[in-house]
């Protein structure tokens, strides 16, 4: 069946890319490098240059500086059509006076496929997004997520060795995207096309991708598996726009660690074993998930504070605690329901403890 | 009950409809059988004289012409200030409005003066010596479309253009992506979209065209006597049952013409996707 | 507050009610509604006409414009039973229309006329004479070959001697008879001589002749003279009236009386009306006040019929009135009853034979 053809993926590069409109850069020196058949997330705020670089591969937009290649093709300088790459939009842009099975048609009628092969592919395309019998419909007729099947078919019908896809969840509820999410992974298995994702979407990146490429500010912060990113952050951009953290200021000296918000002092020893233990100051991130409750009897097997419940925020399975320490900074700490005990209660100080290699230093920009 | 019944806010323009539109309608049908008494000798003599039917191809002949004509001219117009920005589109829109605020009757006077024999075309010809003696255009048949065609094109520059306007630009970029061509993109996403509103437009400019007399009789040739000439004289005639008929072959005329039209549409429509209709 | 009593509120009401009323129905009774033509005509018409009538009589005028469509509005009228004309000018070729569909009330002329003075053509049952006017050919003098003055309809034919663009009306009337007259016929059986389908094919053979010559075929008094100004045509017809302003413009054009349709146009009153008195006195004051239609003819050359009317003239004033003696004998009466019998059926021909 040529839908399922698994179609060898091409790896995409950036290599100092630059893009400026006048006096804004959207685009600096942007580095990436994506392998064969593999999803990377391009992650970030608006403005972070996220779009611009799709563009860029997309040939929407020049770049002003830079190489792009797919493959071993340098792409800078084509139009979009000489580029073979397949696109999906937030918007869908699904051909308002084409019907579904056109739709789909489209880029194969484009590339000159005789009327039976369209015929064909197309059939097994609606096969593969479970719409057989709905090739009739108009765009209009169709729900959010149909549409965006239609949209994900018709980008990938004439087997593009890269895929990209511009926050195509964005327009859809919760449920549907997270469904989506699953069938988006699916489909990049049985393809094994590359894809590059542009989502805003943390959780998203995090259940899609292979890779995540965090950008701000026409930068890219970091590139790495999910968990690294998570684990790991590189920088404290990354740290805080990755999941929820807490940052807190810290000194090394010799072999002490000095953490005044929580009134602690550690042994360096105790640290990630990769991190640096330079004398001087140092940011640490604390996730919320790696802080709980201890009991007095437990008060000497981990290090251990106090603090003040300002709020608690129900979250389902988990309560997220908003805390006050001594030194009057905040503190957000997530436990799941389940965990024993009577949960404190507004107003309430709780003694707190964590493990020390929870403790992630970020590292300064140099 | 028909479902546009139960749209209570549809009322007032259905009844706007009916007293200014339908009653009279019926009225003019009724005259055009019933004067004094039930009689089809006005259709009789208009499909006898051979001068009803020729005047009647003639009014078809020069709508058909200055629609597709302004269509043809207005269409790259409208795709020009579709893609400027903002602020000159709205200056572009109303430089192509002014010559709207002037009346018919001074636009085709204006004509008058351009194209006569001392006109000004003729005088800057005969300045720079081109030209021995004036050159003849006023009083011709092509004078009289090109000042129907003047005074027509802005309704189907504006037309076109909020159509174009409305067509997201998002799609050409989904086309160019998957593999069109600028020209493909054109011709397969945009020239689709972009052609119902400007199909309106021809259709409005076709239905204005068929009840234009001002300007033929001031510019046009002997020859060029339209169906809305007629009546007009007839009605001073008091001729109320033969003018009625005269007005119902009109509007057969452009009902046919507006069909004839709409399928042209969906053939072009269908050459442009090269379609996989099945 | 002291409360307002039901009685006063009554009478109060009652004050205001004829306060505002009273003037109201006063000036309705003595207004009186004239429809004609606008522009100069009907400047002039109010100017020496409606003002001073007003000013004898106490009775105001209200003018309405209604130009093309006026025969179509007054049918429109009497039909639904709403009449707002007291008095209407009626063109020439709209009177037996409006006759023949019983539009007009008769005219009583023992108040506009008591004494017959007014000549018998200016006495019709419907209408009272108000103004002649000619439809005459006007020629640029300084586009006639040396020495050579065209003077007659033959000339206007002869397009090798006056070569240049010609213009005519579009329509029948006022032009088949040209050609009799440019092919020898004369002018006193015009008429008989049209009656007869021979005579028809003669004037229409005769047009034929011309056809190719006449540049533009105009459907407006407006457009007759911007054609002669604008150099579009060297020799046209026009309405007479119309050239002594384009003479005084500077413009070197010449109205040739030889040959020229004379018409006469009426005032009559709309079926229906009910102000006939009024409308009697204000037709009696519009047709046979000499002395305003002196001042008006020197304006605007449409002399009615006012006994007396040319006495004490000034000689350029009488030179360009169609009804002067020399110009009266040049023309011919055009014949409106002809053509309201046959206008219909000739105009369709003569479409069919300007397509050919």
Redesign the interface.
Known sequence: MPFTDASSGESVRFEGVGKSYGDVDALVDFDLAVNPGELVTLLGPSGSGKTTALNVL???TQATRGRVLIGDREVQGL???K?????V?Q?Y?L????NV??NI???L???GVS?KE??ERVEDGLDMIQMGDLGQRMPAELSGGQKQRVAFA??VI?RPPVL?MDEPLAALDLKLRESMQAEIRAYHQRLGCTIVFVTHDQNEALALSDRIAVMGDGKLAQIDTPQAIYDAPQSRYVAEFIGKTNLLEATVAGSDLAIPALELTLPVADLPAHSAKRDGPITLSLRPERIFRVCQGDAEAYPNFEARVEDALFMGDMVQYRLRLPDAQTLIVTERRDTGGARPTRGATVQLGFLPRDLTPIPEPS | MPRIFRHWMLWPALAMLLVFFLMPSVDILRASVMDPELTFRHFERFLERAVYMRVLWHTVEVSFVVAIVCAVIAYPVAYFIVQSPRRVQFLLLLLIFIPLWMSILIRSYAWMVVLGREGVINSLLMGAGLIETPVRMLFTTPAVYVAMIQILLPIQIVTCYSAMSDIDLGLVRAARVLGASPWEATRRVFIPLSLDGTITGMIIVFMLSMGFFITPALLGGRRDLLLANLIEFNVTQLNWGFAAAIALMLLLAAIVGIVVIRLAARLLLRALNGALAR | MKKLTLPYLAGLAAALTLAVAAPAAIAQERTLAVSGSGGIVGEMNTRFFAEPFTAETGIAVERLTSEGSRMAELEAMVNSGRVLWDVMEISASNYPLGVSKGLFEPIDYSKVDPEGLLPPGARAEYGVGAASFSHVLAVRTDQMPEGRMMSSWADFWDVETFPGPRALRNRAEDNLEFALLADGVAEADLYTVLSTEDGLDRAFAKMDEIKPHVTAWWTSGAQSVQLLSDGEVYFGTSYNGRIPPLAQSGLPVEIMWNGGALHTSFVGIPKGTENIEMAHQFIAYRTMNAAQMRQYMAELPYPGFAPGLYDGVAEAVTAIQPTAPANLEAQFSANPEFWGDNLEAIQERWNEWLLE
Not at chain 1, 83 to 87: I, K, L, P
Not at chain 1, 95 to 98: E, R, S, T, W, Y
């Open positions: 997309a040939g929407f139009p979009p059509e580029r073979d790459v397949g696109m939009f918007s842009s051909f308002p006076h084409l099975f056109d048609a489209f880029p009628k484009l590339r009327r369209i015929a018709r980008a004439f990209l």
